[in-house]
DNA sequence: TACCAGGTCCTCG
DNA sequence: CGAGGACATGGT
């Protein structure tokens, strides 16, 4: 297995990454986690983390809230993330669809079948399949594979060149053991990896040789 | 100072 | 479909 090979390099090369981070705990843990993904989506986590605070501060830490909050107020909340007109429509998407649907708990992401809460999540606009499955992994603790640009790139220089999302997703799946614990690092560590290569590409390739 | 960051949606051919 | 563009801020 070349990619549990290459995972226990990436391991030992950087270490437990601790994924997903978080402030908060709970049901509110459950929920920073979702709000998280979204406003990560082609962003640095640096600039997630000044928002996170600021909806820390400004007490949107439950769907609840978001979803009541004036449109104006999310957005001045989110406007360090970029994209923030984007990112509170969908912020305000997401959290309706869990208080209408699940009476505003975000723990409904752990129950269930994976299938049909991935159908839910890409339904709902501003949910691609990177965000939803990093929901349905991180929050929902689901075993899904959850593929980014990294994870392409890594797939790209071991020769693996495939065209469709669920195509790379599918090949890590079926070449690992369908481990929650497993995925979740694993996509942590390619993220390091990611991080690395754009620093210092020699060292990057090198280590998964 | 350009360039990039843990994507997604929309439009057009 | 598939390519190309829009969305936006903060760090280096």
């Not at 709970?26 to 989506?41: K, N, P, S």
Request: aromatic share 12%; net charge positive.
């Amino acid at each position: 297995m070349r990619l549990f090979r290459i995972y226990k390099k990436l391991y030992k090369f950087f270490g437990p990454q601790r994924w997903w981070p978080r402030m908060l705990r709970g049901e509110e843990g459950i929920f920073e986690i979702c709000v998280g993904a979204i406003l990560t989506q082609n962003t640095n986590w640096n600039n997630v983390v000044l928002v996170l605070r600021n909806m820390h501060e400004a007490e949107l830490t439950c769907p609840e809230r978001v979803a009541q909050v004036r449109a104006a107020k999310l957005q001045a909340c989110v406007r360090a993330s970029g994209y923030y007109r984007q990112k509170a429509k969908k912020l305000k998407i997401f959290s309706k669809y869990i208080c209408d649907n699940y009476s505003g708990k975000t723990s409904c992401l752990l129950k269930g079948g994976l299938v049909g809460k991935r159908e839910e999540l890409l339904g709902l606009w501003g949910l691609g399949p990177e965000t939803a499955d990093s929901i349905l992994l991180y929050a929902g603790v689901k075993p899904i594979f959850v593929i980014d640009a990294y994870t392409k790139r890594l797939c790209q220089n071991l020769g693996v060149e495939l065209v469709d999302y669920d195509d790379y997703r599918l090949y890590f799946e079926s070449n690992l053991p369908k481990s929650v614990k497993l995925y979740k690092e694993y996509h942590a560590l390619i993220v390091a990896w990611g991080k690395l290569l754009t620093k210092d590409k020699d060292k990057a390739l090198l280590l998964i040789k």
